[in-house]
């Protein structure tokens, strides 16, 4: 079934459904008497769209601090969330039909009087939320939820509908910020954060960390240009040590890149797949500097306030996610002619950004 079937089913659905009694509420904005008690917010994505989310999450847990927070993520997050403060019960979903139902009936249990879907799958997001009888459903309408369309399918089927594409391209933390203050609720901040409590590594020697992996090949820049970064610091840098992070499948990428080294060092080492995500952002923490692409780790650096050299692709992925905190800490480099992809940034590029932030510690 299309994406477009999809939505045209569900909104067929959920007219049917209303003869439940079930009505979502409309609301232009919230006012100060508006006194909400059990809140979901679904953020079930990756681990970037999760941290560009939490600045949301604060400010919906600062306008009601009494308010109990349902928090939906994907179950690899974990870590993240375990023992925050913030976060008064987890539930888990991939976002895939088939937990539809089971995630409907705990949120249903919970008495939720409103869900804000800042990053999930839609339609399944907006069903799942009206099965559990949420009063108020807010959702971050990404573009590709209009399939080309003038108007989003299941907008009538949400408390109130902000259409984002009036500002164009803009960073994903400004788009919730943005869906957010339209309804009365003040984003004061737009800094990332870790949700749950983690500890700051301190190391005796600078430490550079390297994450090669992504999502997709064209967010990843060449192994051999990293062997050649690699070299480059650790025959200039007689203290210096690099580790190669990312997630178990990227132990044998990581290898790679050191094995094309032209030189052997005990002080380049393959650390992917010993971390979880918490533990990850606590080695992050520690780093004198991140170099990466457009990917989770990234984030996770931002969040931590680790200084980054981070390589994008082209000027559209810089404007949705580029770092937005702490400018002074980031480098953010990409090539200019973009149609040449992270290939056209030159190791030596790299190492001076590098570099300079060495020269901030």
């Known amino acids: 079934m ?18 439940t009694g079930y009505r979502v509420k ?49 179950p690899r997050n974990h870590a993240l969330v375990a023992e925050s403060e913030m976060i008064d019960k987890v539930l888990y979903w991939d ?13 249903r249990n919970e008495q939720v009087d409103a869900t804000f879907i800042l990053h999930s799958r839609t339609p399944y997001d907006i069903v799942t939320a009206s099965l559990a009888r949420s009063k108020y459903i807010f959702k971050d309408v990404y573009y590709a939820d209009y399939q080309g369309k003038e108007n989003f399918i299941l907008a009538g089927c949400l ?17 919730k910020k943005d869906m957010l203050t339209a309804v009365g609720i003040d984003v004061p901040s737009d800094a990332m954060f870790i949700p749950a409590p983690f500890k700051r590594q301190q190391n005796t020697v600078p430490v550079i960390g390297i994450h090669a992996g992504a999502s997709s090949s064209e967010r990843c820049w060449p192994e051999a240009f990293y062997s050649q970064l690699i070299e480059k610091l650790i025959a200039l840098h007689d203290d210096l040590i690099i580790e190669l992070i990312g997630a178990p499948g990227e132990k044998a990428l990581n290898q790679r890149i050191i094995d094309g080294m032209g030189i052997s060092s005990d002080r380049v080492i393959n650390v992917a797949g010993t971390t979880n995500l918490i533990q990850l952002a606590e080695k992050i923490s520690g780093f004198a500097t991140l170099v990466v692409g457009d990917t989770g780790p990234l984030h996770l650096a931002v969040a931590v306030q680790t200084p980054t050299v981070a390589l994008f692709s082209n000027q559209s992925t810089i404007d949705g996610a580029a770092p937005l905190q702490d400018p002074h800490l980031h480098q953010v480099l990409r090539p200019a002619e973009e149609q040449a992809g992270l290939r056209a940034i030159s190791c030596n590029e790299v190492y001076e950004a590098v570099e300079r932030n060495l020269a901030q510690r």
């Not at 809140?39 to 306008?63: C, E, H, M, Q, V």
């Not at 976002?95 to 949120?107: N, S, V």
């Not at 009036?166 to 994903?172: T, V």
């Open 2 to 19: 299309s994406k477009i079937a999809k939505q045209l089913a569900a909104r067929l659905f959920l007219s049917l459904w209303q003869v």
């Open 26 to 74: 409309k609301i232009d904005r919230f006012s100060e008497q508006d006194d909400l008690k059990n809140i979901a917010i679904i953020s079930n994505t990756a681990l970037g769209d999760f941290l560009f989310n939490t600045p949301a999450i604060g400010a919906i847990k600062k306008r009601w601090p009494d308010a109990r927070i349902i928090l939906v993520i994907q």
């Open 95 to 107: 976002g895939k039909f088939p937990g539809m139902l089971p995630l409907a009936r705990a949120l």
């Open 159 to 175: 408390s109130a509908f902000y259409d984002n594409r009036k500002n164009g391209n803009i960073h994903l933390i400004r788009q």
